[in-house]
């Protein structure tokens, strides 16, 4: 039943779009398409995974998120239909993909995070300390149900984060640096792991930055991480890449974090975003 | 050290106040006024990006683990590619000069203890879940990137080290070259991607000659 409600929802989207390359795609049918299109160790890695994806979790808390979405809560018992993600009040077709962008309103590049949470606070009256704001881990968070429903709606879609806005371009190109700047009791940059195609650690093969097909794999957050057995969020990922460089704990409300955001989606860009994902 | 420069170049490029709906929503600094290198200093120290005040298992806080030393600076090349020649030799030259010895020479450990820290990736990480050394010994983590023994599964992000003292032998030479890689690669390799086990003090002088045992004794299940 629960099902059912889950695959109606992308027939409703489909219907709705034209029929070009930028029409909503199944997730599994998104990440079959990218292994066809060239051959790739990370692409490719996990049989089970690319098995499992039509029953992945996330579908799930992607529908707890729908739920959240439309519902009137917090103190101004309203729901998120008012909030902007950037195409318009409500508009979440294709939002996620053109994330993170410059919005107006707050003067400020803004990933999907980052904008729920002032969407929280401004539109539903939140405190900025209510778990509902606070807590960003986890399949029963808030979070991660809201931005598994929100990015879900831009599967398939290419991705496609605006550079029209200086301060877009500055945010890139600020996260560029910080993707090669080396630091550190181990010496590590993001470069350190993903600046060759076709390399593992331990086991897992990793995603080549400079392979797009691999790259908008590697991007595609949320996706259910099978090893924690909770779907992460980009956030998450880039905390966790830190922790694993012996860095220190990035701040999830900081431009660090969005510049790092910037320039990798910049980098997947054209490629077909996966989402939600299944990741190991 | 890292400069304020960042900082003087926001200021001295401090934006007009933004009108948003009519209201004021804050005053900028002037992100687009600055160099690439100069806002990601700024978004890392000035900004709130990390939190640099935790304290460290080496002493001191996070905020040195993101300040750069002249290899990290020298090495950092965007899109990824090599420094030119001239900066490569004097990283190289840097790195061999970090290099120290243990009293009495090179020894090699117990390749058991060695197996285990070759496979551990325990240690320094901080943030979210830092790494008591109290409880465990701090690992080198070398089957990350390396292929060591086949009993387990290596990476490939550095070459395969299979059969390395099998193969190579135990000379001085030999073991002074292993002891050097472990201890600051850029003596080899200036600009590598392995961190400097010796020179940054991430292994102890006993954890490397553990570590170097492994490598290089007979019965270790690398040399099988």
């Known amino acids: ?165 200086p301060l877009e371009v500055a945010m890139r190109d600020a996260g560029e640096v910080m993707f090669y700047r080396r630091s550190g009791i181990a010496d590590f940059n993001c470069n350190t792991c993903h600046g060759e195609a076709g390399k593992q650690i331990r086991a897992s093969v990793l995603p080549h930055k400079g392979t797009a097909e691999e790259w908008s794999k590697a991007i595609s957050w949320p996706a259910f991480r099978v090893g924690h057995d909770h779907v992460r969020s980009s956030q998450h990922r880039i905390r966790g890449c ?16 969005i510049a790092l955001m910037s320039y990798w989606t910049d980098a997947a860009r054209g490629q077909p975003a996966i989402l939600p994902d299944m990741k190991r | 050290m890292f400069k304020k420069t960042p900082v003087a170049a926001g200021i001295a490029a401090f934006a007009s106040i933004m009108i948003a709906g009519g209201v004021a929503v804050a005053d900028k600094i002037d992100y687009t006024a600055m160099t690439p290198q100069e806002l990601a200093e700024y978004l890392i120290f000035e ?86 050394h109290d409880a465990r010994p701090v690992g080198g983590n070398c089957y990350n990137c390396h292929q060591l023994a086949t009993d387990r599964t290596g990476g490939t992000v550095g070459p395969s080290l299979t059969g390395y003292g099998k193969t190579r032998g135990t000379s001085d030479a030999i073991l002074k070259y292993a002891y050097d890689m472990i201890y600051n690669p850029h003596a080899y390799f200036p600009c590598t991607n392995m961190p400097r086990f010796g020179s940054s003090g991430f292994l102890t002088q006993e954890a490397i000659a553990d570590i170097m045992a492994y490598m290089f004794d007979p019965e270790s299940p690398v040399n099988q």
């Open chain 1, 1 to 165: 039943m629960l099902k059912k409600a889950l695959l109606a929802l992308p027939v409703a989207l489909a219907v709705g779009a034209s029929a070009n390359a930028d029409s909503w795609k199944a997730p599994e049918d998104v990440l079959q398409g990218l292994i066809d299109s060239i051959d790739s160790m990370y692409l490719t890695q996990s049989e089970m995974n690319i098995m499992m994806m039509p029953d992945n979790p996330a579908l799930w808390v992607a529908d707890d998120g729908r739920e959240l979405f439309h519902t009137p809560r917090g103190p101004n018992n309203v729901s998120l239909e008012a909030c902007d993600f950037g195409k318009g009040p409500g508009v979440l077709e294709g939002a996620y993909v053109e994330l993170p962008r410059y919005f107006e309103d707050t003067g400020r590049v803004m990933d999907l995070e980052n904008r729920l949470v002032h969407c929280m606070i401004t539109i539903q009256g939140f405190e900025p300390d209510d778990p509902a704001v606070r807590q960003r881990h986890g399949s029963g968070s808030d979070h991660m149900q809201l931005q598994t429903y929100i990015a879900m709606q831009s599967s398939g879609m290419a991705w496609n984060p605006p550079m029209e806005h």
């Open chain 2, 47 to 132: 900004a709130g990006g990390f939190n640099l005040d935790q304290e460290v298992q080496e002493g001191g806080t996070a905020m040195q683990r993101m300040v750069q030393d002249d290899m990290h600076k020298a090495c950092s090349v965007i899109g990824g590619g090599k420094p030119d020649q001239a900066t490569l030799n004097e990283v190289r030259t840097a790195a061999a000069e970090s290099i120290t010895y243990p009293e009495g020479g090179i020894q090699l450990g117990d390749w058991q203890r060695g197996r285990d820290l070759a496979w551990s990736g325990f240690g320094f990480r901080i943030g979210h879940n830092p790494d008591n």
């Open chain 1, 242 to 257: 830190y922790w694993q460089m012996r860095g220190p704990l990035i701040n999830p409300n900081s431009d660090a974090s």
